[in-house]
Nanobody, 122 residues
Framework: VQLQASGGGLVQAGGSLRLSCAAS????????LGWFRQAPGKEREFVVA????????AYTDSVKGRFTISRDNAKNTVYLQMISLKPEDTAVYYC????????????????WGQGTQVTVSS
């Protein structure tokens, strides 16, 4: 399974971006899809995760109300809509897939995309 993230870029504070993560390879049927981010000098952190077949979605507190995860099962693609972006959202964003339900920890995800840079200027 390969995950290809795209959609990052430079945006002013208050702006919006939509990240995409397309999956390819063998039959893609994970239990959980998620987005993580890693800022320079910091550890990779959880942003949001959602069960692939529907059900629960979990967001980290700092993005609640601003970020929304969605998916297109037919296209094997997951999206991250980000609005009201803040400079502290600046990071490399990674999509990931897990064979576990309700996964949120970095170590619980089996497949990772290459990351896409999001930079929010003040």
């Amino acid at each position: 399974v390969q995950l290809q993230a795209s959609g990052g870029g430079l945006v002013q504070a208050g702006g919006s971006l939509r990240l995409s993560c397309a999956a390819s390879g063998r039959t893609f049927s994970p239990y959980t899809l998620g987005w993580f981010r890693q800022a320079p000098g910091k550890e990779r952190e959880f942003v949001v995760a959602s069960n692939w077949r529907g059900g629960s979605t979990a967001y980290t507190d700092s993005v609640k109300g601003r970020f929304t995860i969605s998916r297109d099962n037919a296209k094997n693609t997951v999206y991250l809509q980000m609005i009201s972006l803040k400079p502290e959202d600046t990071a490399v964003y990674y999509c990931a897939a897990s064979g576990r339900y309700n996964a949120t920890g970095v170590s619980e995800f089996d497949y990772w995309g290459q990351g896409t840079q999001v930079t929010v200027s003040s």
